[in-house]
């Protein structure tokens, strides 16, 4: 038989799921957005601010603010803790979405390595890096869902005066040291992307 790609038949035609996100009923999606739809406020309705007071419940955060995406989270975030010019000291393994932030903020992305277990920020080299950096922000990333070394990363951003922001997209529902992730550093940003765990 030959493979689907030298003209066999697809062996699988319908795809292979890797996961089936849970989905309440749909009755009670339609009741839950019926006044959203019928008010014509489809983007900031009533909704996102019961979304940001829940998600700031839960995280135990006193501010929550929903934006369109993660990167434009960690865009704004970043314009708004770091200003423009200098560097940005982040991980080496991370989205590109996390060195855009930097750069499209006329930032110079400064690489720090990751631990080969973990994949997580290097805090050592990346403390070594800020040494030598003319940095503006100290960039981390949640990887996979699996906290980071935050208090470590937040305590090196002390250290050296800048602010420190996480990339959590993946993390939301985590928590480490029995601390929901959301609180740590100057700020963390989240996506609801459907390829996320949320």
């Avoid at 996979?144 to 951003?157: H, N, V």
């Amino acid at each position: 038989m030959k493979p689907a790609i030298l003209g066999g038949p697809p062996r699988f035609p319908d795809g292979v799921p890797i996961a089936r996100p849970a989905v309440p009923p749909l009755d009670a999606v339609v009741d839950l957005l019926r006044p959203s739809y019928e008010s014509g406020m489809l983007t900031n309705s009533r909704l996102v601010r019961r979304l940001e007071e829940e998600a700031a419940e839960r995280l135990q955060v006193a501010h929550v603010v929903a934006v369109a995406s993660c990167t434009s989270g960690l865009l704004l975030t970043v314009q708004a803790l770091a200003g423009r010019g200098g560097h940005a000291v982040l991980p080496s393994f991370t989205f590109s979405a996390t060195a855009h932030a930097a750069a499209w903020n006329g930032l110079t992305p400064v690489f720090a390595e990751c631990d080969a277990t973990s994949f997580q920020l290097d805090v050592a080299d990346a403390g070594a890096r800020l040494e030598r950096a003319d940095a503006a922000v100290l960039l981390a990333t949640h990887v996979f869902g699996a906290p980071s070394r935050a208090e470590a990363i937040e305590k090196l951003g002390a250290d050296h005066g800048v602010p420190v922001v996480f990339d959590a997209a993946h993390g939301f529902g985590a928590s480490r040291a029995g601390r929901p992730l959301g609180g740590f550093g100057n700020a963390e940003i989240f996506s609801l992307s459907p390829t996320k765990p949320v």
